[in-house]
């Protein structure tokens, strides 16, 4: 009988594990995804490093340490960059896919590694001598780096691409440079699948694009929504909310694009600040309404005042998107406008219906606005306070009195008197035509 020491199994056990490759790997929490994509001549070439532990269902070879064997590893890489990125990565020409592209070069690299900060650097790289096999290499540290060939028709062509690299993390940020010939290196960075980038855009793929995102964010954003419930409850009528939903357009347009270019404070209090008001604008509306007396002057002035507050909040939700915009900045921004017009025009169009057969059919008019509203108040008043207490951690520290911070009072000052003449101008022609509209009736002669 042979007997075995715990030590010889262990030992047995331990170079058994050792010299077995890893079938699978769990799915990494993080990763960040650098890539460039570059037109030229009638090729285009993207080079993209990533987590070497992105790529699962790869039998990790390992020597009698532990530590990676690169030379073995090294064949099984090309498939391995196939099978996780350019099966899921698209990129157009002029609209029409791409053929599916050529594996160029590979290299494994050390976390420490910082040729992919700049397009020269990491090509260099990537194509040069491998890492050598006497390398303590970790499965899980190293970088992946892949230089794949695209062929094209033209590098002058329009270009777009669909990144969906968010498969190969549960969460997947990328950086994505785009380096057309002889123009600005154009640079992006987002968070998960971000669906078709234009990588140089146009005017109306910019504008295209930012309607669509100004549609989703007005169907998306509650709190916009329940502003404009409290805006339509007493006035379920097209005609009568035409100023009041208009009012409420050039409020926020205002500051959004003042926002965007420069404007607004760049403090870590100020966006908290605006949520608090946004929830206090609808808390404002909702009482309003309860207590009755509304008219559409005093509504369109409201819808004004609290629109400015809105655009602010407009524009930090849209501060990550303004990178796709390319060189459209002002065409961007407007189109993200009209989208933002389109999407409440729907809500009005679903809403006004809804509201007018619930107060006919279901509850009466007062009691069904009271109702309605102090559900709202409620929501808003629980939003306030939420919000109120993230702003108390911000610090308030008045600002310095520099040249920067004066050209920029004189900016709002210039951008409040033009608001304050429009605003005038606007409530005089709303009230001589409403006066016209009483008197005439008045002034008709009567028939005998």
Same mark, same amino acid.
């Given at each position: 009988?042979?007997?075995?020491?715990?030590?010889?199994?262990?030992?047995?056990?331990?170079?058994?594990?050792?010299?077995?490759?890893?079938?699978?790997?769990?799915?990494?929490?993080?990763?960040?995804?650098?890539?460039?994509?570059?037109?030229?001549?009638?090729?285009?070439?993207?080079?993209?490093?990533?987590?070497?532990?992105?790529?699962?269902?790869?039998?990790?070879?390992?020597? =009698?340490?532990?530590?990676?064997?690169?030379?073995?590893?090294?064949?099984?890489?090309?498939?391995?960059?196939?099978?996780?990125?350019?099966?899921?990565?698209?990129? #157009?020409?002029?609209?029409?896919?791409?053929?599916?592209?050529?594996?160029?070069?590979?290299?494994?690299?050390?976390?420490?590694?910082?040729?992919?900060?700049?397009?020269?650097?990491?090509?260099?790289?990537?194509?040069?001598?491998?890492?050598?096999?006497?390398?303590?290499?970790?499965?899980?540290?190293?970088?992946?780096?892949?230089?794949?060939?695209?062929?094209?028709?033209?590098?002058?062509?329009?270009?777009?691409?669909?990144?969906?690299?968010?498969?190969?993390?549960?969460?997947?940020?990328?950086?994505?440079?785009?380096?057309?010939?002889?123009?600005?290196?154009?640079? #992006?960075?987002?968070?998960?699948?971000?669906?078709?980038?234009?990588?140089?855009?146009?005017?109306?793929?910019?504008?295209?694009?930012?309607?669509?995102?100004?549609?989703?964010?007005?169907?998306?954003?509650?709190?916009?929504?329940?502003?404009?419930?409290?805006?339509?409850?007493?006035?379920?009528?097209?005609?009568?909310?035409?100023?009041?939903?208009?009012?409420?357009?050039?409020?926020? =347009?205002?500051?959004?694009?003042?926002?965007?270019?420069?404007?607004?404070?760049?403090?870590?209090?100020?966006?908290?600040?605006?949520?608090?008001?946004?929830?206090?604008?609808?808390?404002?509306?909702?009482?309003?309404?309860?207590?009755?007396? =509304?008219?559409?002057?005093?509504?369109?002035?409201?819808?004004?005042?609290?629109?400015?507050?809105?655009?602010?909040?407009?524009?930090?939700?849209?501060?990550?998107?303004?990178?796709?915009?390319?060189?459209?900045?002002?065409?961007?921004?407007?189109?993200?406008?009209?989208?933002?017009?389109?999407?409440?025009?729907?809500?009005?169009?679903?809403?006004?219906?809804?509201?007018?057969?619930?107060?006919?059919?279901?509850?009466?008019?007062?009691?069904?606005?009271?109702?309605?509203?102090?559900?709202?108040?409620?929501?808003?008043?629980?939003?306030?306070?939420?919000?109120?207490?993230?702003?108390?951690?911000?610090?308030?520290?008045?600002?310095?009195?520099?040249?920067?911070?004066?050209?920029?009072?004189?900016?709002?000052?210039?951008?409040?008197?033009?608001?304050?003449?429009?605003?005038?101008?606007?409530?005089?022609?709303?009230?001589?035509?409403?006066?016209?509209?009483?008197?005439?009736?008045? =002034?008709?002669?009567?028939?005998?």
């Amino acid at each position: 009988m042979v007997h075995l020491s715990v030590e010889s199994i262990a030992t047995a056990v331990l170079a058994l594990l050792l010299a077995a490759p890893a079938a699978a790997h769990d799915i990494p929490v993080d990763a960040t995804v650098q890539a460039f994509v570059k037109p030229a001549g009638n090729r285009l070439h993207l080079l993209v490093r990533v987590p070497l532990e992105t790529m699962r269902d790869v039998d990790v070879p390992v020597d =009698s340490r532990g530590f990676l064997d690169l030379d073995r590893l090294a064949p099984m890489m090309p498939d391995a960059a196939t099978l996780w990125i350019s099966n899921f990565v698209r990129i #157009y020409e002029d609209d029409e896919p791409l053929p599916r592209p050529r594996v160029v070069a590979t290299q494994i690299s050390l976390p420490s590694d910082k040729s992919f900060a700049s397009y020269e650097q990491a090509v260099a790289h990537v194509t040069g001598p491998r890492l050598a096999n006497d390398v303590d290499a970790v499965w899980n540290q190293m970088m992946f780096d892949v230089l794949f060939d695209y062929p094209i028709h033209s590098d002058r062509s329009e270009f777009s691409m669909d990144p969906a690299v968010d498969n190969l993390a549960a969460r997947v940020n990328t950086v994505l440079r785009f380096l057309p010939p002889g123009g600005a290196v154009r640079a #992006y960075e987002f968070s998960g699948d971000p669906g078709l980038v234009h990588l140089d855009p146009s005017w109306y793929q910019a504008a295209l694009s930012f309607i669509h995102m100004g549609f989703d964010h007005i169907l998306d954003g509650t709190d916009h929504l329940l502003f404009l419930l409290c805006l339509v409850i007493p006035f379920r009528r097209f005609r009568a909310l035409i100023p009041v939903v208009t009012a409420f357009t050039i409020a926020h =347009s205002i500051t959004l694009i003042a926002s965007v270019y420069g404007l607004a404070p760049d403090v870590a209090w100020f966006p908290p600040l605006i949520e608090t008001l946004i929830a206090i604008s609808i808390l404002y509306m909702a009482l309003e309404n309860i207590v009755g007396g =509304s008219t559409v002057h005093r509504r369109w002035m409201m819808a004004f005042g609290f629109g400015l507050v809105h655009g602010f909040g407009f524009s930090f939700a849209l501060r990550q998107s303004l990178q796709f915009a390319g060189a459209h900045m002002l065409a961007s921004l407007l189109s993200f406008n009209v989208g933002v017009e389109l999407g409440q025009l729907l809500v009005l169009l679903l809403m006004i219906p809804v509201l007018n057969f619930l107060f006919r059919r279901v509850v009466e008019e007062r009691m069904g606005t009271i109702i309605l509203s102090a559900l709202v108040a409620h929501t808003a008043w629980h939003w306030m306070l939420d919000r109120a207490d993230a702003m108390r951690r911000f610090p308030f520290h008045w600002p310095e009195l520099s040249s920067s911070f004066i050209a920029s009072m004189l900016g709002w000052a210039m951008i409040v008197v033009a608001v304050g003449g429009a605003a005038w101008l606007i409530d005089g022609m709303l009230r001589r035509r409403a006066k016209k509209a009483v008197t005439l009736p008045e =002034s008709r002669p009567s028939s005998l």
